[in-house]
C-alpha cells in the first residue's frame, strides 16, 4: 500500500478558498483509486470527493458539490482538493485515502474500502 502524506490545511474565513494537497509514495500511485474524508469533532469520518485511478470519474457528496474539485496529477503522485466558497460546517480534518483499484466507472464512497490513509490535515472555516 502507499504512504500518503496530507498538506495545506488550515484557517480561512468564510467563502474563502484552500487547496488540499496529498502526495504519495511507495506505491504505482497511477494504480490507485483516492478519496479525500473529512470528521468534524463528535462526528463520524464522511466521505467528500474521490477521483478513480485514471482521473476519468470523479464523485462528490452534495454537501461540497460545485464548490469543492478533486484531481490528480499521476507524473507527481499527488491528488488535490481545490476548496471554494469554504463555509463554518467544512471545518473538519481532511483525510486522503487509497485504494489499489482498476475500476474506471465509480467512485466508492465507503471508507472502510480504503487501505491507505495518510494522517490528516486541519481545515477551520471561521465564520
Known amino acids: 500500500q502507499v504512504q500518503l502524506v496530507e498538506s495545506g490545511g488550515g484557517l480561512v474565513q468564510a467563502g474563502g478558498s484552500l487547496r488540499l494537497s496529498c502526495a504519495a509514495s511507495g506505491g504505482t500511485f497511477s494504480n490507485y483509486a483516492m478519496t479525500w474524508f473529512r470528521q468534524a469533532p463528535g462526528k463520524e469520518r464522511e466521505f467528500v470527493a474521490g477521483i478513480t485511478y485514471s482521473g476519468g470519474v470523479t464523485d462528490y457528496s452534495n454537501s461540497v458539490k460545485g464548490r469543492f474539485t478533486i484531481s490528480r496529477d499521476n507524473a507527481k503522485n499527488t491528488v488535490y482538493l481545490q476548496m471554494n466558497s469554504l463555509k463554518p460546517e467544512d471545518t473538519a480534518v481532511y483525510y486522503c485515502?487509497?485504494?489499489?483499484?482498476?475500476?474506471?466507472?465509480?467512485?466508492?464512497?465507503?471508507?472502510?474500502?480504503?487501505?491507505?490513509w495518510g494522517q490528516g490535515t486541519q481545515v477551520t472555516v471561521s465564520s
Open positions: 485515502a487509497a485504494e489499489r483499484s482498476r475500476n474506471n466507472w465509480y467512485v466508492v464512497p465507503n471508507p472502510d474500502t480504503y487501505g491507505s
